[in-house]
């Protein structure tokens, strides 16, 4: 099953405003999140990650929150393009067993 | 560098026929090796992943199986496809850690008819 949710399938968001993306996990044992970018027809690309001993991670216009008392994950992607639609995953993983992931969310652009 | 090859990209079988796809990672050796199916407007559902050669993990019982005959190659495979096999099928890899993302290949679009 899937053990990662995500509280919205679809966000629509207009061309330079932020975006966040929200995801729900469910085992607080897990130590390493993920997430994930899909553009239409093709494989999940790795946007940034973070480990449970963190709480914030920053990347090129992307920011990964962790909350681990609420067992919650976020995305933000600052200045948000047309480039950056696509399906987003978030992921979680323990130790070396495989990755879990959620339903994902549709970050659609308006220009 | 690593790369991953799925193919073919896509695919349309008759219910009822057998189905090979194949996946490839070149540039690292031992890795784990992933299979997912993503059905439309859902997230990745895990079908198998392997440790090693011959060593399979099947998490879904269903119409599928896969075999893992060299270091780098990942086949997934039917006897005899369902209308329900339909999806995007997706091979990653990760290497042999704790805590280390999957890469995905490019996947291929099943469609059984």
């Known amino acids: 099953g899937e053990s990662v949710g995500l509280h919205l399938p679809t966000l629509s968001v207009q061309e330079g405003d932020n975006s966040i993306i929200n995801c729900a996990y469910s085992?607080?044992?897990?130590?390493?999140f993920i997430w994930y970018k899909q553009e239409s027809g093709k494989g999940p690309q790795f946007i940034i990650d973070i480990r449970s001993n963190m709480d914030k991670r920053q990347g090129q216009r992307v920011t990964v929150l962790l909350n681990k008392t609420v067992k919650h994950l976020s995305l933000q992607i600052a200045a948000t393009q047309p480039g950056d639609s696509a399906v987003y995953f978030c992921a979680e993983l323990l130790g070396n067993t495989p990755l879990v992931f959620g339903k994902g969310t549709r970050l659609s652009v308006i220009a | 560098s690593q790369t991953i090859h799925q193919w073919p990209a896509t695919l349309v079988q008759p219910v009822g026929s057998p189905l090979s796809l194949e996946c490839t990672v070149e540039?690292?050796?031992?890795?784990?090796l992933y299979w997912y199916r993503q059905a439309a407007g859902r997230g990745l559902q895990l079908l198998f992943y392997?440790?090693?050669?011959?060593?399979i993990s099947s998490e879904v019982p269903q119409n599928l199986s896969a075999s893992r005959p060299q270091d780098r190659q990942f086949i997934l495979s039917s006897k005899k496809l369902l209308l329900s096999d339909s999806g995007f099928y997706l091979c990653?890899?990760?290497?042999?850690?704790?805590?280390?993302?999957?890469?995905f290949g490019q996947g291929t679009r099943l469609t059984v008819v």
């Open positions: 540039g690292t050796s031992n890795p784990n």
């Open positions: 085992n607080s044992a897990s130590d390493y």
């Open positions: 392997s440790v090693g050669i011959g060593q």
């Open positions: 990653a890899w990760s290497i042999v850690a704790s805590g280390t993302e999957a890469f």
